[in-house]
Each structure stands twice: as structure tokens, then as C-alpha cells.
């Protein structure tokens, strides 16, 4: 099965209400598709989200990165030599991590089809269905509150609740949302780098005191401050999960050999796609830190990728793949099914969708 041609496509999917974090607000995703074409007539599928404030890229670094790069490295390569693939796509240039994510999962969708396999059983299968966390929105105390009711009542059991923008009030904001969802609930909190690495101590022992039982406090300092993140993690009795200082294999190995987090999210957009990620699982399994499967503001086409990985991953024990989630619609059919906080992969080949 070789590859004879690469052609990419709008995704364009609104959102419920919009998304904010400490770094950004959006209202409609705006992504990159891709389709990567075979001499047998199969199709692969990818999408790249464009988050400029974590990976750097956009929808024009994308389509030129991917046009102008990673498409004539990889050009006429047969989908079997996949190893061979990837070490083409990871060095074709630096960087560009969501335009190889794209990529490298239309290859992996083209990889299981060839032996007519659901991908997440190509790569390992170790479970079949994961439960989700849903996004709650950094906005006033009480429309959190609000959103958070509401998320508990479509389903969601686990809250992924955004601070950092106002560290002020962030206290209160968690410790409302506790008092509102009751005990049952799981609550998470991601600061999206938006503290000091004192204000991030102060903040979440408050938490502590005040009894909030928040599971895991996310990327509380700047992605680049690693002794900062050490810091946070030797001071507090929570566990801290570093998201946007793990981009790499590398990163992961150097943020677990200075203790400076407990847990670390993988995401596609910010590995290159699921070679890497698996890499970063099985450091991190090797040294005993159990890893989140998180995603951008990403729709069913890459999500789906990503729900694959995440079910071949024994080590892989918390899931943020709440984009489609967060959609009023998906872009394609198919593939793992999304039902509240229900994700059940299919037994289709490749990711699953009919394309
Ligand atoms: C959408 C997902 N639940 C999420 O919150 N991801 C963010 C980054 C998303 C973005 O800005 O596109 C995160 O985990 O930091
Ligand atoms: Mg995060």
C-alpha cells in the first residue's frame, strides 16, 4: 500500500458556548484536515488543530508545513515500513507538531486498514470503552457553578474546571463548584500556566484546607518554568500533571528525572502524533507516572485518533477528550462513539470512519 497523494480540507465545527482558558477564548474550531491517499484505493484521515498560544502553529504553518515538508518526504513510501514513515515525518523540520499529528494518525488509520483492524487493536487493545472529563470554562463563580450543574446532568461525572485568569478568585471558584456537584463528582483543575509558582502553592494548599478533594491541579506555572513546576509538586499534597512542558519523549524524561510533576498529559497536537505519544507513555509507565490523554479544541477526526491510542495504553488512566463533546456537530461518521461521558471504540478498520 503506497502512498501516491496528500490533499488537506477545512474542518469547521461551532462550538456549544465558548471555550475560555487563561491563554485564550474561541468560538468555533477552525481546523486543518487531511487526506492521505493509496495506490489500493484506501484513504487515511487526520486533522490538525492550529493553537498558536501552545504549539505555535496556525492554519497557514499547517498547510505549509505539510504541503512543503512532510508531503514530499513521505511520498510514494509504502504504509508497512510505518517506522520508516514516522522518522521522516519527526525530521522533515523541526517542530510543527499538530501538522505531523495530522499526518502521522491518517498513516496509523491506513496502517490498521491494511491488516482490517480497528486501530486501537493494532496497537496494543488493551481496553475498549474510556470515560471522559468535560471541560467546565473559566468565566464569573456563578455561571462556573452553572456549567458545572448542567455537566453533570448531560452525564459528565468528571469536571475539567479552567482557572488561572484571575488568580484572585480562583479559590472560590473551585470550592463553589464543589459545594454545587457534591461529593460524587471529580473535580480537576487546570490553571493553563496562568500562576507564579508561590501564588500556585498558596492557592492550591487553600484548596486543600478548604477540603475541595480536587484530583489533580494541571500546568499551574509557565510551560518553560520546569523548576517552577518542581517547586509546586514538592510543596503541595495534590498531584500536579504537567501539560503544555511536555511536548516530547525528551521533555517527559527530563520533567520525571527532576520530579517536577506526578502525572503528564499527552496530546497529539503536541507530540506529532501517536509514534511519539507512545514513547512518552511507556517512559513515563517505566517510571511509575501514570499519564492523561488530553486534546485542543479538536473534533471527532482527531479525537477519534487519539480514543484509539488512549484504549492501547494500559498507562494511560485519565481521558480529556471532551472536543467532540463541546461541538454542535461532528464533521464525519463513524469511528468511536461519544455519548456523554461514554467514549466506546468500533470495531471498524483504522480509526472507523466512512470516508
Ligand atoms: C479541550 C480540552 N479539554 C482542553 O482543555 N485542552 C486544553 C487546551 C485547549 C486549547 O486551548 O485548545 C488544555 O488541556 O490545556
Ligand atoms: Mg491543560
Not at 107 to 120: C, H, Q
Not at 136 to 155: F, P
Not at 202 to 217: K, T, Y
Not at 234 to 250: C, G, R, W, Y
Amino acid at each position: 500500500m503506497k502512498i501516491t497523494d496528500i490533499k488537506l480540507f477545512e474542518v469547521e465545527a461551532p462550538l456549544i458556548t465558548p471555550f475560555k482558558t487563561a491563554l485564550r477564548t474561541v468560538h468555533q474550531i477552525n481546523n486543518i484536515g487531511v487526506y492521505v491517499y493509496t495506490d489500493t484505493g484506501q484513504v487515511g484521515i487526520g486533522e490538525a488543530a492550529p493553537t498558536a498560544v501552545i504549539t505555535g502553529e496556525t492554519k497557514e504553518s499547517i498547510t505549509h508545513a505539510i504541503t512543503n515538508f512532510i508531503k514530499p518526504s513521505i511520498l510514494g513510501m509504502d504504509i508497512e515500513e510505518i517506522a520508516l514513515i514516522m522518522d521522516r515525518i519527526d525530521t522533515c523540520l523541526y517542530k510543527n507538531t499538530s501538522a505531523k499529528a495530522a499526518v502521522d494518525m491518517a498513516i496509523y488509520d491506513l496502517f490498521a486498514k491494511r491488516y482490517n483492524a480497528p486501530l486501537y487493536k493494532v496497537l496494543g487493545g488493551y481496553k475498549n470503552e474510556l470515560i471522559t472529563d468535560i471541560t467546565i470554562s473559566v468565566n464569573d463563580t456563578v455561571e462556573m457553578v452553572q456549567d458545572s450543574l448542567d455537566a453533570v446532568k448531560r452525564g459528565f461525572k468528571i469536571l475539567k474546571v479552567k482557572v488561572g485568569k484571575d488568580p484572585e478568585t480562583d479559590v472560590q471558584r473551585v470550592v463553589e463548584i464543589r459545594k454545587a456537584v457534591g461529593s460524587n463528582v471529580t473535580i480537576r483543575v487546570d490553571a493553563n500556566q496562568g500562576w507564579s509558582p508561590k501564588q500556585a502553592v498558596r492557592i492550591i494548599r487553600e484548596l486543600e484546607d478548604a477540603g475541595s478533594n480536587i484530583e489533580l491541579v494541571e500546568q499551574p506555572v509557565h510551560y518553560s518554568d520546569i523548576e517552577g513546576m518542581q517547586y509546586v509538586t514538592m510543596h503541595t499534597q495534590t498531584n500536579i500533571l504537567a501539560d503544555e512542558s511536555v511536548f516530547s519523549p525528551k521533555d517527559a524524561l527530563k520533567l520525571i528525572q527532576i520530579r517536577a510533576c506526578d502525572l503528564i498529559n499527552i496530546k497529539l497536537m503536541k507530540t506529532g502524533g501517536i509514534y511519539q505519544a507512545q514513547k512518552i507513555s511507556h517512559i513515563a509507565e517505566a517510571n511509575g507516572i501514570e499519564c492523561m490523554i488530553g486534546c485542543m479544541l479538536e473534533t471527532k477526526i482527531s479525537v477519534s485518533a487519539a480514543a484509539h491510542f488512549a484504549a492501547s495504553q494500559k498507562n494511560i488512566t485519565m481521558v480529556d477528550l471532551d472536543g467532540p463533546s463541546l461541538c454542535l456537530k461532528d464533521p464525519v461518521t463513524g469511528g468511536p462513539t461519544f455519548e456523554n461521558q461514554w467514549i466506546k471504540m468500533s470495531e471498524e478498520p483504522g480509526i472507523g470512519f466512512s470516508i
